[in-house]
């Protein structure tokens, strides 16, 4: 039997899948090799799987996984041992003996997948005979950002895994996670010191999420939005993001008194009841979260339908996370995310009091952009992301109400040219002086008014400039580079651009504006109906197969049961996506039950008789 062969069969019979997505057999063959890696890949992608399988693979070792949160750790050994597989963690939560009881299993080849956090592993580790460190297989870092000071949500305990390496040289180390420019995926590699670790980076696109932005919507009008909007998924789970924590205490105080099942959760809020709330989310018990950013790194629940921002989030980074907690199954969610003018000063405040002022503005104008663009959502998320993405989605609202547009390709050449013979020296603002040929100091300091390209666009103004510059950086023309002065650098699909190899089209500039307190009116003005479409469809507009909605309901009361029954989350027993595919085939034996979507053989032994039972009940037989 060939590895492959031995990984497909662990997959089909631990997890219930018949092949690998994407990367994921490359990045697992390449770590069997030895290899040190740098995995990027979206939430739901199936990070897990590539640390996973080469614990499970190796005949006497086990793999180490550091995670930074305790109830993410406590999930996925749940869920693995729902499949049958020996996954345990050593933490502060566990008593003393219970820790020392998982040691013993360690010693005794008794575990396959460890997980523990980075200020445990560094303490626990120096106490392990030989005979535990010489069978670890695999340090895999989950969250990796957090390590480097360019993330966006920096760790400073996890600097100190850059010892692993000096001290277990041979051992592979897999750094994943799903969010990660250009500079923090090399200042990762940096500090876990793998300089030459291999770049694995599977697409961001979460196609299954349709992306939104209300602009302007203010207190009633956006509340009243927002009611709606949950009412189109009544009996689906949902986050709901807010700024502060009165602001979330606030808005699941609105909800309940509508009728909405709706909890807050922040970092002011003690332990247990944190716990609590999310213990009640992740069981279905609850439905809506109104969260602060404190909710939802630790949440590996695969049936969240939809993230709302109540406000703008303080970054693309933080913003990306946030909405792929939602549709982790695949299945159709939505993202929508209110923007208002009073959001940006008080994000701008925020970014003030921060230690990194200057890159927290920087990237807090990013995500303003974003909201504001009239160019297709997700082309500006990817290509944030450094991954090209040259075409229009069909699943934002920007693709949904289309802008006028142009051949811009033209304006897209003078603007490249100009950054080229700057050598990509030059910051935006410096660029459009370039183009208009303004005369300022800069400029004719480092000589850029005698420049072939100084003022080729000078039948633009400067607003229309600066606005067709930034489709430019949102379309992946060029990026910043945030370590070396905000200096912009083309990419390869803006050196297609600039030497007539690919065309682009430009939104046609329109002066907006915000006003920052506006003018009382007798009557508030209503509130606009949101209108999205709740049908099973993919992003190119085909239906999903049809299933049958009352057998799925049906199922999902077994699931529940179950999992009540067993002390689990209903997903841990199955995904929405597997009972999708139950009341689509309606499996009525165990052969045929064994074959659905997300059935290892552990579940089938343990479940194939409630389900198909419902499913004969259902149609009579």
């Given at each position: 039997?060939?590895?492959?062969?031995?990984?497909?069969?662990?997959?089909?019979?631990?997890y219930?899948?018949?092949?690998?997505?994407g990367q994921?057999?490359?990045?697992?063959?390449?770590?069997?090799?030895?290899?040190?890696?740098?995995?990027?890949?979206?939430?739901?992608?199936?990070?897990?799987?590539?640390?996973?399988?080469?614990?499970?693979?190796?005949?006497?070792?086990?793999?180490?996984?550091?995670?930074?949160?305790?109830?993410?750790?406590?999930?996925?050994?749940?869920?693995?041992?729902?499949?049958?597989?020996?996954?345990?963690?050593?933490?502060?939560?566990?008593?003393?003996?219970?820790?020392?009881?998982?040691?013993?299993?360690?010693?005794?080849?008794?575990?396959?997948?460890?997980?523990?956090?980075?200020?445990?592993?560094?303490?626990?580790?120096?106490?392990?005979?030989?005979?535990?460190?010489?069978r670890?297989?695999?340090?895999?870092?989950?969250?990796?950002?957090?390590?480097?000071?360019?993330?966006?949500?920096?760790?400073?305990?996890?600097?100190?895994?850059?010892?692993?390496?000096?001290?277990?040289?041979?051992?592979?180390i897999?750094?994943?996670?799903?969010?990660?420019?250009?500079?923090?995926?090399?200042?990762?590699?940096?500090?876990?010191?793998?300089?030459?670790?291999?770049?694995?980076?599977?697409?961001?696109?979460?196609?299954?999420?349709?992306?939104?932005?209300?602009?302007?919507?203010?207190?009633?009008q956006?509340?009243?939005?927002?009611?709606?909007?949950?009412?189109?998924?009544?009996?689906?789970?949902?986050?709901?993001?807010?700024?502060?924590?009165?602001?979330?205490?606030?808005?699941?105080?609105?909800?309940?008194?509508?009728?909405?099942?709706?909890?807050?959760?922040?970092?002011?809020m003690?332990?247990?009841?944190?716990q609590?709330?999310?213990?009640?989310?992740i069981?279905?018990?609850?439905?809506?979260?109104?969260?602060?950013?404190?909710?939802?790194?630790?949440?590996?629940?695969?049936?969240?339908?939809?993230?709302?921002?109540?406000?703008?989030?303080?970054n693309?980074?933080?913003?990306?996370?946030?909405?792929?907690?939602?549709?982790?199954?695949?299945?159709?969610?939505?993202?929508?995310m209110?923007?208002?003018?009073?959001?940006?000063?008080?994000?701008?405040q925020?970014?003030?009091?921060?230690?990194?002022v200057?890159?927290?503005?920087?990237?807090?104008?990013?995500?303003?952009?974003?909201?504001?663009?009239?160019?297709c959502?997700?082309?500006?998320?990817?290509?944030?992301?450094?991954?090209?993405?040259?075409?229009?989605?069909?699943?934002?609202?920007?693709c949904?109400?289309?802008?006028?547009?142009?051949?811009?390709?033209?304006?897209?050449?003078?603007?490249?040219?100009?950054?080229?013979?700057?050598?990509?020296?030059?910051?935006?603002?410096?660029?459009?002086?370039?183009?208009?040929?303004?005369?300022?100091?800069?400029?004719?300091?480092?000589?850029?008014?005698?420049?072939?390209?100084?003022?080729?666009?000078?039948?633009?103004?400067?607003?229309?400039?600066?606005?067709?510059?930034?489709?430019?950086?949102?379309?992946?023309?060029?990026?910043?580079?945030?370590?070396?002065?905000?200096?912009?650098?083309?990419?390869?699909?803006?050196?297609?651009?600039?030497?007539?190899?690919?065309?682009?089209?430009?939104?046609?500039?329109?002066?907006?504006?915000?006003?920052?307190?506006?003018?009382?009116?007798?009557?508030?003005?209503?509130?606009?109906?949101?209108?999205?479409?709740?049908?099973?469809?993919?992003?190119?507009?085909?239906?999903?197969?049809?299933?049958?909605?009352?057998?799925?309901?049906?199922?999902?009361?077994?699931?529940?049961?179950?999992?009540?029954?067993?002390?689990?989350?209903?997903y841990?027993?199955?995904?929405?996506?597997?009972?999708?595919?139950?009341?689509?085939?309606?499996?009525?034996?165990?052969?045929?039950?064994?074959?659905?979507?997300?059935?290892?053989?552990?579940?089938?032994?343990?479940?194939?008789?409630?389900?198909?039972?419902?499913?004969?009940?259902?149609?009579?037989?």
């Amino acid at each position: 039997m060939t590895r492959e062969q031995k990984a497909l069969m662990l997959l089909r019979s631990c997890y219930g899948y018949d092949s690998f997505r994407g990367q994921q057999w490359d990045i697992i063959n390449h770590t069997l090799d030895g290899g040190d890696s740098i995995v990027l890949m979206p939430t739901g992608g199936g990070k897990s799987l590539c640390y996973q399988i080469p614990g499970l693979m190796s005949d006497e070792g086990f793999a180490i996984v550091i995670s930074p949160l305790l109830a993410l750790m406590n999930d996925q050994i749940d869920a693995l041992q729902q499949n049958g597989i020996p996954a345990l963690a050593l933490n502060s939560e566990k008593s003393e003996t219970e820790n020392r009881q998982t040691v013993d299993l360690l010693m005794h080849g008794k575990v396959k997948l460890l997980y523990i956090s980075p200020e445990k592993l560094l303490t626990e580790i120096d106490r392990w005979s030989s005979t535990i460190t010489d069978r670890i297989c695999l340090f895999a870092v989950d969250e990796a950002h957090c390590i480097s000071q360019w993330g966006h949500d920096f760790r400073p305990e996890y600097t100190q895994l850059g010892t692993l390496k000096q001290r277990f040289p041979s051992v592979p180390i897999m750094a994943l996670t799903a969010t990660a420019d250009r500079i923090t995926r090399d200042d990762i590699a940096r500090q876990l010191g793998t300089p030459h670790a291999q770049l694995f980076i599977s697409s961001f696109d979460r196609p299954n999420i349709s992306l939104n932005v209300v602009q302007g919507s203010t207190g009633k009008q956006k509340f009243r939005q927002i009611v709606q909007f949950i009412n189109l998924h009544q009996g689906e789970s949902g986050i709901i993001y807010c700024l502060r924590r009165i602001d979330a205490e606030k808005m699941a105080q609105k909800l309940t008194a509508v009728g909405i099942q709706a909890r807050p959760f922040h970092a002011g809020m003690s332990v247990k009841d944190k716990q609590q709330i999310q213990r009640d989310f992740i069981n279905d018990d609850l439905k809506v979260v109104c969260a602060t950013i404190a909710f939802g790194m630790g949440i590996d629940k695969s049936n969240v339908r939809y993230v709302i921002h109540s406000n703008m989030p303080r970054n693309i980074e933080g913003y990306y996370q946030e909405i792929g907690r939602a549709g982790r199954d695949g299945l159709p969610a939505q993202a929508l995310m209110f923007y208002s003018y009073g959001d940006v000063i008080t994000l701008q405040q925020f970014a003030r009091q921060s230690g990194q002022v200057q890159v927290n503005m920087d990237k807090l104008r990013r995500m303003q952009e974003f909201a504001e663009s009239s160019v297709c959502r997700r082309r500006i998320l990817l290509n944030y992301f450094n991954e090209r993405y040259d075409h229009d989605c069909k699943n934002c609202d920007v693709c949904d109400n289309p802008p006028a547009r142009f051949d811009g390709t033209t304006y897209a050449q003078m603007a490249l040219s100009a950054i080229k013979r700057t050598g990509e020296q030059a910051g935006m603002y410096t660029v459009t002086d370039i183009l208009r040929g303004w005369r300022k100091a800069e400029v004719i300091e480092k000589g850029y008014d005698r420049l072939k390209t100084f003022g080729v666009g000078r039948n633009l103004t400067t607003g229309e400039w600066n606005a067709y510059l930034l489709q430019m950086l949102q379309l992946g023309l060029f990026e910043v580079a945030y370590d070396e002065s905000n200096h912009l650098k083309i990419t390869e699909y803006g050196n297609e651009v600039l030497y007539g190899r690919q065309h682009i089209e430009l939104s046609k500039y329109e002066r907006r504006s915000f006003n920052v307190k506006k003018a009382p009116t007798s009557q508030p003005s209503p509130a606009p109906d949101l209108t999205f479409s709740t049908e099973p469809t993919l992003p190119d507009g085909r239906q999903i197969k049809q299933m049958d909605k009352e057998l799925f309901e049906r199922l999902r009361d077994v699931r529940k049961a179950l999992a009540t029954a067993s002390h689990i989350a209903p997903y841990m027993v199955f995904s929405d996506k597997s009972l999708q595919a139950m009341a689509t085939q309606k499996p009525t034996t165990q052969a045929e039950f064994s074959i659905i979507y997300g059935v290892g053989e552990l579940k089938c032994q343990k479940y194939w008789r409630p389900f198909t039972a419902a499913i004969r009940d259902y149609l009579s037989l």
